[in-house]
């Protein structure tokens, strides 16, 4: 059981799925975020449907997760690492489909450069399935400026946060 910090840290998660039920498996995942020890999920994104991005297979549903979490960084990635083995998420090459991805964006305004962990994730910034996702929960970190620059890359919102489609 990991050991649980006094303050909680406000951190931000990127999911993704493009296999089996991909939709599902988000939804299942967002809800399993809450469930972690010393953790509530305080928002989340929009469904989106991506093309893959530098990766293989049919088009993923991607959002984003704000959870405020007691959980170290470390033991918050080892809780996300969980969460995708138990979705069954197989790693036979880089970039291969999945039946989830989870991402820990950004934890707090930690700073991390370890061979287990960057934070702020390294591409964040470069991708619209996180960018626009994150506009959703945080738009602060989404700026305008950076949602223009990955503009080229098609991104369409398949169910709002309230769980509405569109």
């Known amino acids: 059981m990991p050991a649980l910090q006094k303050a909680p840290v406000t951190a931000y998660v990127a999911l993704g799925a493009n296999l089996g039920e991909a939709h599902q498996a988000v939804l299942r995942a967002i809800d399993a975020l809450a469930l972690l020890p010393g953790t509530e999920l305080t928002a989340r994104s929009g469904l989106y449907r991506t093309a893959p991005h530098e990766a293989l297979g049919p088009d993923f549903v991607n959002a984003v997760a704000e959870i405020a979490t007691r959980l170290s960084a470390p033991d918050l ?3 996300l690492l969980s969460l995708e083995q138990q979705a069954g998420r197989m790693r ?11 991402d820990l ?4 305004d930690a700073r991390v450069q370890s061979p287990r962990l960057t934070l702020p994730h390294p ?3 470069q991708r619209a399935f ?3 996702p994150l506009a959703d929960v945080c738009p602060s970190r989404a700026t305008k400026e950076l949602l223009a620059a ?9 169910l709002r946060s309230d769980g509405l489609t569109g």
């Open 77 to 79: 990635l080892d809780a």
């Open 92 to 102: 036979p090459y880089s970039h291969a489909p999945r039946t989830l991805d989870l």
């Open 123 to 125: 591409r964040w910034a």
């Open 105 to 108: 964006l950004f934890y707090g």
């Open 150 to 158: 990955v503009a080229d890359q098609p991104i369409e919102r398949i």
């Open 130 to 132: 996180v960018l626009v």
